[in-house]
């Protein structure tokens, strides 16, 4: 077997052979920075969802500011699209848990110390915070049987700012306790905790979603605690291999085509590689990183005097 470093684009044959002992670790690098890379992708899409959320909130109540929202139809409209932001978020929170777990498995073994430190972060944030377990009995439910939130309440509150009083329009998404309780399929013992909290009224789900958000951000952030060292380790490899094909023949031709490659007489194993996947995981994880203390946050378009 055959192994070495090329790029496959037209009109260039030059080739660098390097040991299988190379070779070996540049794959493995390259594997394992994808890794972490799909799983920094993943969590994003579960951020964006979130954000979407949000934005969707403050939009609506933009929207009864100054349209009002006497009609029904609208109002379930409003009802529907909240809901869909709720369903697309617990089902990428769903899919986020699932496969970091895979992914984590896949770089460092199930019999890993790593392996069992992210296991018991998932379980710690399952302990730590009644929104985490309620978000997750909620999507089981809607999952097979019902809608995420029974009720969106379009609320009017004079409140006083600057010595003056002001209309504050908030939507409150709500679950029903009692028609959960009717239903009989929502989990019983998270059911008896939100019951014994909320005495059989609806339950505001925002706070609940924001504990479930900052839970699986902290899993995240203990995932990219753990592999930062080896991350490190990976793409110095990556940028090695780079760099003894640019000593070779120079930096004028680019690195377009790129390639690992492993050949015989009778098969060609071609795998790529780039710095993209160094600069997306980096670009991802700076854009997700301030997500702390999401309960005691909120975003507000109020007028105040002192504003400037």
């Keep these: 077997m055959e192994y070495g470093i090329t790029k496959l684009i037209l009109g260039f044959s030059g080739f660098i052979e390097i040991t299988e002992c190379e070779y070996q670790l540049i794959k493995t690098s390259r594997q394992n920075l994808l890794e972490v890379l799909f799983l920094e992708e993943k969590f994003n899409l579960f951020i964006e969802n979130y954000y979407e959320y949000e934005t969707e909130l403050l939009a609506i109540a933009s929207r009864m500011m100054i349209y009002g929202n006497a009609d029904y139809l609208l109002m379930r409209n409003e009802l529907n699209l909240i809901s869909r932001r709720i369903v697309n978020l617990l089902t990428t929170g769903r899919m986020y848990l699932d496969q970091s777990v895979q992914h984590v498995d896949h770089i460092y073994g199930k019999k890993a110390t790593n392996y069992d430190i992210v296991k018991k972060s998932i379980s710690i944030q399952y302990d730590q915070y009644l929104g985490y377990r309620v978000m997750e009995a909620l999507r089981n439910y ?17 409140v ?7 209309l504050l329009f908030k939507p409150i998404p709500s679950i029903d306790i009692q028609q959960l309780k009717g239903d009989g399929h929502f989990k019983n013992e998270v059911l008896l905790e939100i019951q014994d909290i909320y005495d059989n009224k609806l339950v505001d789900v925002r706070p609940l979603i924001r504990e479930y958000v900052e839970g699986i951000c902290n899993i995240q952030e203990k995932i990219r605690e753990i592999a930062h060292n080896n991350i490190t380790t990976w793409e110095q490899n990556l940028d090695d291999a780079i760099e003894k094909f640019q000593n070779q023949y120079g930096n004028e031709i680019g690195l377009a085509g790129l390639a690992l490659i492993s050949k015989n007489d009778n098969n060609q194993c071609t795998l790529y590689i780039s710095k993209t996947i160094i600069e997306r995981r980096l670009t991802l994880e700076q854009k997700n990183k301030q997500l702390i203390n999401l309960y005691n946050r909120y975003a507000s378009n109020e007028i105040k005097n002192d504003d400037i």
């Excluded at 006083?160 to 002001?166: G, K, P």
């Design 160 to 166: 006083e700012v600057d010595s003056s009083f002001h």
């Design 142 to 158: 809607n999952q097979h049987y019902g809608f995420p939130i029974h009720n969106l309440n379009f609320s009017q509150k004079l």
